[in-house]
């Protein structure tokens, strides 16, 4: 028996912590938890490279857990062009990459996801260049490299994840089960509109209707996000169990704590299964 721990959304950073004292913290929670692979789906830093260095120094520390990590749009913000969001930058970077798990009969497929627009389609009657617009003025994705368009960027992604299914699918891996990593949001079904203008249209920054229909077309076990800021309970639509989970903000603008502290905050959400 193997045990995952799954979080995201930690934005350090933005919480205004000290990654490098609790790094031990968070070790000897997973420790007592028996945790053998812990996975991170996005957000960690509004810095790439402080993302890196984190993970960096958690797997030279932790002896008994592997710690592994996709990117979120905030830690695209800096330090990072999006070819570079394309190369294996660290053993430790899941974009684009699969990893079984030894004595298991489970596969990770890691892939940081993006966007195309769509959730918001389903609500609103605007254009593609009135919802880029909106992104430019409004969010935080308007300084992240961009050399492709949002919908050529997420065709891509679908394309990468489809890719890494099929090769662990590959001749002698085709019942293997599958859990997959990425930070956007995958399905419709978490999206929850509102009377607030700004946050409908902000919803097509959040995913893609299409990566939900490629998750049911080859029947995924298990899906963990990030992302969106609203936790839910472990969902399963068809033959997957989604998982989301993230810690999120606490900030003066932003409480999206239970908790006064961050130790608290991150046992408390963060998600351990058992697979075998």
Known sequence: ????????????????????????????????QEVDYFFVTGDTFNDFNKTLE???????????????????N?????????????????KYYLHHKTLLIPDTNFAIVGNNGWYDYSFAKTRLNLTDNDYYHFK???WVDAVIDAPLSDRERFDRTLAQIEESIEQVQAVG??????ILLTHFVPRLEFIKFTDYEKWNISTAMLGGVGLGELIDRYQLDYVDF??????????????TTYLHQPLGYRTKRRHEWENADFMTEFMQTTKIIEIN
């Open 226 to 239: 990030g992302h969106l800021h609203i936790r839910t309970p472990d969902t399963q639509i068809g033959q």
């Open 1 to 32: 028996m193997v045990r995952i721990a799954f979080a995201s959304d930690l934005h350090f950073d933005v919480n205004q912590l000290d990654a490098k004292k609790l790094i031990q913290q968070q070790i000897d929670f997973l420790n007592r």
């Open 54 to 72: 984190y993970f960096e120094q958690f797997n030279n520390l932790a002896r008994n857990t592997k710690a592994y990590f996709i990117a979120g």
């Open 173 to 178: 891996q085709s019942n293997r089960h599958i």
């Open 74 to 90: 905030h830690d695209m913000v800096r330090g990072v062009k999006y070819y570079q969001l394309e190369e294996p930058q660290s």
């Open 136 to 138: 430019q003025t409004y």
